[in-house]
């Protein structure tokens, strides 16, 4: 299979999959113990779209440290900006909400723009660290501005500036489409990056990055602008996140959020885009639907020792995500391509050996006699 064959492969089996999704809420497809509803009803759709606005923003954080192998802790941080950007514009300014969404995206990528620069001047450890301080400025800045951002209580979206169509649980549908559209956006962004030569470079400095010096090349500016891209899709979900909850609360900046954000990254497989789509994905409806399990009777009934741990999700996924990396190292998706790279080196090897047994037998001399 040429690289080309393969390509168009994926782009054909992408747009199939993008329109089963786009299908789904006109359909009546049951998923017991999956879905809370079938996918027509505003349950089921409720918990897809959150779980692609998840997808979308692990999907940029993959982008950060699958590309450019930067560890940070504080992606939450234009996630938040995304999400509290465009409720604080819309209840200040009384602006629309697609001036409110560029807005909120501009204000995104200054605060991006001013700490990738500064958390640029150092590499490594150094770097998560000053990505984790601006995280922890950014939550303790939300918690104690009540009056702007509503403090530990959240803010609500003022939905005077929100069209109808995109407001309520009457319109879950829209929203998921909205949500769809933007898990798309992000995407295609992503696939630019890892083609363009700004992926390249963020990747060769990512293995050597003073050889990328010796050769003349800007290293940090390459890693600046993915780190602002990154944090521009990071915002853009969040804008859909604020969209879809009708609100926001201060875990939204925390750190808390990026590293579950970095354990669905690692759960599908850093370095994979459809590995942390997987990834976001399968966290979100384990989260949900564990929630659900955790205080349910059938568990309530069980011997202290099996109630106690199955009753706290977090100890659930935590569990799964050990397992992950004992037996998974490079995630669902690493350990797919690894099981796929093989099976096609051994046919390959297969079809060598044929045709070297081919030659062997055409090289044998043939006996003649001579009457």
Do not use: C
């Amino acid at each position: 299979m040429t690289e080309l064959t393969r390509r168009y492969g994926v782009a054909v089996g992408g747009i199939a999959l993008v329109t089963l999704m786009a299908l789904l809420p006109l359909l009546n497809i049951s998923l017991p113990g999956i879905l809370p509803t079938p996918t027509y009803q505003p349950g089921a759709l409720a918990m897809l779209s959150l779980a692609m606005v998840f997808a979308a923003l692990a999907l940029s954080y993959n982008m950060l440290l699958g590309t450019g192998g930067m560890l940070s802790f504080g992606h939450a941080l234009y996630f938040g900006a995304g999400a509290y950007g465009l409720g604080i514009i819309l209840e200040n300014l009384g602006v629309p909400l697609w001036p409110g969404i560029v807005l909120a995206l501009v204000g995104g990528l200054a605060i991006s723009l001013v700490t990738g620069a500064i958390s640029m001047r150092v590499t490594g450890i150094p770097f998560a660290m000053v990505t984790l301080a601006f995280a922890q400025a950014g939550s303790v800045l939300v918690r104690r501005n009540s009056s702007v951002t509503g403090g530990e209580e959240g803010l609500a979206l003022e939905t005077d500036h929100v069209p109808d169509w995109l407001v309520g649980v009457a319109n879950t549908r829209n929203l998921y489409w909205a949500t769809l559209a933007v898990l798309v956006v992000v995407y295609l962004v992503a696939v630019w990056v890892d083609r363009s030569r700004l992926g390249h470079l963020a990747r060769a400095s990512r293995e050597n990055e003073l050889r990328m010096r010796v050769l003349g090349l800007e290293p940090t500016r390459a890693k600046l602008v993915l780190f602002v891209l990154a944090a521009l899709a990071a915002s853009l979900s969040g804008i859909a996140y604020m969209l879809l909850q009708s609100g926001t609360v201060p875990r939204a900046v925390s750190a808390d959020l990026t590293i579950t954000v970095l354990v669905m990254v690692v759960l599908g497989g850093v370095g994979y885009r459809w590995g942390a789509i997987l990834g976001g994905v399968l966290y979100t409806v384990l989260d949900q639907r564990l929630t659900v399990l955790a205080g349910s009777d059938a568990i309530a009934g069980l011997p202290s020792i099996l109630r106690v741990p199955l009753s706290e999700p977090l100890f659930l996924l935590g569990t799964m995500f050990i397992l992950v990396v004992l037996f998974l190292p490079g995630g669902i998706a690493g350990t797919a391509h690894t099981w796929l790279d093989g099976r096609r080196r051994g046919r390959s090897h297969d079809q060598l050996s044929d045709l070297e047994a081919d030659s062997e037998e055409n090289r044998t001399p043939v006996e003649t006699r001579q009457s």
